[in-house]
T-cell receptor, first 115, second 112 residues
């Protein structure tokens, strides 16, 4: 079974631009969670989508948003990029919603650099 | 949510020795824990998990121990190999609204 895939793998943007990242979960998984990883803050939870609905959201500004499609693929969008948004963005999939405490499997991440 | 922490940012061990990576958590309501391994340029890879109704779980060359009394989690890697070199994270899922809460990671360095 194929793992979690994320596109693109690398991205360079400038301040003020917006960006859309894509995540395809493991086949059959309905939950997709997004995390931001930086050297200073570590891994931080952004939000979770399950059955096309956002279930939970971490402590990030409204510039960070996402959506999930009927095939469980998910996108996250960051508008008005800031230098501090430079990070590795990871998505993780799970067969059930995260609140059911099952394992989450991570993709390789998208490395975003904001100049 | 409450944080999950690791005691050491770096751990250096000799190839062939056993490694023990520790993690302290503070949310007493947490009842599901996962260890992940992250190699350079890759996403976290699931290693092993444990639920709060257990105090020990074994996998292939890895063992996770959970001490709920002192809120401590550890990962033991037997006969450490060069391929074990990575950053190891413990993560907690309290079943709430915060997704997984991660510790800051321990970088395991294998010396030949």
């Amino acid at each position: 079974k194929a793992g979690v895939t994320q596109t693109p793998r690398y991205l360079i943007k400038t301040r003020g631009q917006q960006v859309t990242l894509s995540c395809s979960p493991i086949s059959g998984h309905r939950s997709v969670s997004w995390y931001q990883q930086t050297p200073g803050q570590g891994l931080q939870f952004l939000f979770e989508y399950f059955s096309e609905t956002q279930r939970n959201k971490g402590n990030f500004p409204g510039r960070f948003s996402g959506r999930q499609f009927s095939n469980s693929r998910s996108e996250m969008n960051v508008s008005t990029l800031e230098l501090g948004d430079s990070a590795l963005y990871l998505c993780a999939s799970s067969p059930v919603a995260a609140s059911y405490q099952e394992t989450q499997y991570f993709g390789p991440g998208t490395r975003l650099l904001v100049l | 949510g409450e944080s999950v922490g690791l005691h050491l940012p770096t751990l250096s061990v000799q190839e062939g020795d056993n490694s023990i990576i520790n993690c302290a958590y503070s949310n007493s309501a947490s009842d599901y824990f996962i260890w992940y391994k992250q190699e350079s340029g890759k996403g976290p890879q699931f290693i092993i998990d444990i639920r709060s109704n257990m105090d020990k779980r074994q996998g292939q060359r890895v063992t996770v121990l959970l001490n709920k009394t002192v809120k401590h989690l550890s990962l033991q890697i037997a006969a450490t190999q060069p391929g074990d070199s990575a950053v190891y994270f413990c993560a907690e899922n309290g079943g709430g609204a915060d997704g997984l809460t991660f510790g800051k990671g321990t970088h395991l360095i294998i010396q030949p």
